[in-house]
């Protein structure tokens, strides 16, 4: 008569598999009998990422994916594998994940040099925690750094481990760049040469949105006005948002200037009057210190009005800190630094991870890694990439 069709999604758990190479070696027999020179002739087998170990490129970029894509930390998967009937020590996976860094260290410094040719970028910094430190005690704090590119271009995340918050970092990481970088109010990045900051308008609206919505203080009506200049500029953004840069230029510099040329007149006005100590003397005292930096996106079309775009860059290593709370040591932190850069730079060009992680460890091993053209190949924005490793869309 007819059929009826129903349609569910089934999950495939994961299985673990042993694989073994086999390479066939050959001789002359002939030369032997002769007893003349006997060649010996081994078949080509492709280099293992790390030679002499269990761990194969599916392994390494599954433990990888789990731990950075996913939140997963080394002493859960352990247990994870003891379940798929497998014992392997999180000291071997650890172990795993610093060598399989070192293999991706090699594009993360060609993403480093490609990052630092653009024209805008976007930085943040949060803590982390590193228990072997030489000299320092282990609840120390420690940073890692987040540079990233803008709206334009292939995307770039590139992390960056260091021990202190202190200026030199951005200087030392940003060396050769030139152009616009968006940032924070954090004084750390005030003096790296050749850069014109760009402020945020997010952590200058969050200063009035938070006492408004406290809905407990005196200030909340003289809040809510600071509130809705800054809701202003962020309505014109809206309305603008798929236009060209050339477009986004002109309408700024006629509309949100207005509305920042009445906005400055307004902070100037309130700060006679307001205790600069108290909530809201800090969210205008804010506005007013950085208010040439936070003027700054009406210089190209192309900036951004906030740092919004960094600050969601950052955030899975915030999620994972919170699973894996620390690194052990600064080795291990750095190898962390490289796999989410890689991780995060394949997400914003819609790449797969764990399939990308695996076709560069089955690769890397195997090419000129002097070669930058090859190296380019591999980069997660090449037309040169496995069907597989692409996001269907």
């Known amino acids: 008569m007819s059929t009826e069709e129903r349609t569910e999604i089934v999950v495939i758990p994961p299985k673990v598999k042993i694989k073994k190479h086999i390479r066939h070696i050959v001789s002359c027999r002939l030369c032997e009998k002769s007893e003349i020179r006997t060649p010996i002739i081994k078949a080509n087998m492709p280099y293992p990422a790390i030679p002499g170990s269990l761990a194969s490129s599916s392994l390494i970029a599954y433990i990888m994916d789990q731990k950075y894509t996913n939140g997963l930390p080394l002493y859960r998967q352990e247990k994870q594998f003891e379940r798929l009937g497998i014992f392997l020590p999180r000291q ?39 228990l072997k430190e030489n000299g320092r005690e282990a609840k120390s704090k420690s940073y890692m750094w ?52 760009v402020g945020c308008w997010a952590h200058a609206r969050r200063g009035f949105a938070e006492i408004v919505k406290a809905l407990s203080s005196d200030d909340v009506s003289i809040a809510k006005e600071g509130l809705t200049f800054c809701n202003q500029l962020y309505s014109i953004e809206h309305k603008i948002m798929d236009l060209t840069p050339e ?97 995060e730079t394949a997400k914003e060009n819609n790449i797969k991870p764990i399939e990308y992680l695996t076709y560069l460890f089955d690769r890397l091993p195997n090419v000129d890694l002097n070669d930058e053209q090859i190296l380019d190949t591999l980069l997660p924005w090449s037309d040169e990439l496995p069907e597989n490793c692409k996001l269907n869309t």
């Open 92 to 130: 071997n996976l650890s172990n795993w994940v610093i060598k399989g860094a070192a293999w991706l260290e090699i594009l993360y410094n060609r993403m480093h040099k490609l990052l630092l040719q653009k024209d805008i970028l976007h930085a943040d910094e949060t803590t982390t925690q590193v």
């Open 146 to 197: 987040l540079y990233r590119t803008g709206s334009e271009g292939k995307a770039i995340v590139l992390y960056d481990y260091q021990t202190t918050r202190a200026g030199k970092h951005p200087e030392e990481f940003l060396e050769g760049f030139k152009g616009y970088l968006q940032v924070d109010a954090y004084t750390g990045y005030h003096n790296i040469p050749n850069v014109i900051l």
């Open 247 to 343: 477009e986004k230029y002109e309408i700024r510099n006629n509309d949100s200037r207005e509305i920042l040329d009445d906005f400055l007149v307004w902070l100037k006005n309130q700060a006679e009057e307001i205790l600069p100590n108290c909530k809201l003397g800090k969210a205008i005292k804010y506005c007013l210190n950085q208010w040439d930096n936070l003027g700054r996106y009406l210089l190209d079309g192309r900036l951004e009005i906030d740092n919004n775009r960094a600050e969601r860059s950052i955030k899975p290593f915030v999620i994972g800190r919170k699973n894996w709370l620390f690194s052990n040591t600064p080795k291990g932190a750095k190898s962390s630094a490289i796999i989410y850069s890689v991780i």
